[in-house]
């Protein structure tokens, strides 16, 4: 994992961990100051196949909407970093 580098955080899913609580953590992390933070997690490592986890992390990412609340997703700080994370977004749904 240390291999990875960069500034940041990288995520490990063990399969007895409990789904709805890491889900939310791990949405948390991303969408925390829309991502832009220190301690956003770039890279999650599920130990074994976990597809409820990814599926329940993706129901609660489709929930987040644009905001400055609870469950929200905070303004980006320019353009230039809005166009970064569409990148990011496209690359994800190659």
């Not at 986890?53 to 129901?59: D, H, M």
């Amino acid at each position: 994992v240390l291999s990875l580098g960069g500034a940041k955080n990288h995520l490990i899913a063990n399969p007895d961990r409990d789904i709805e609580m890491t889900a939310m953590d791990i949405t948390s992390s991303f969408a925390g100051c829309a991502g832009q933070r220190c301690m956003a997690a770039s890279v999650l490592l599920t130990i074994g196949d976990q597809p409820e986890l990814l599926e329940a992390i993706v129901k609660k990412a489709s929930a987040l909407t644009p905001g400055q609340g609870a469950h929200n997703v905070g303004p980006v700080i320019d353009a230039a970093s809005q166009q970064r994370i569409l990148e990011y977004i496209n690359n994800a749904e190659k």
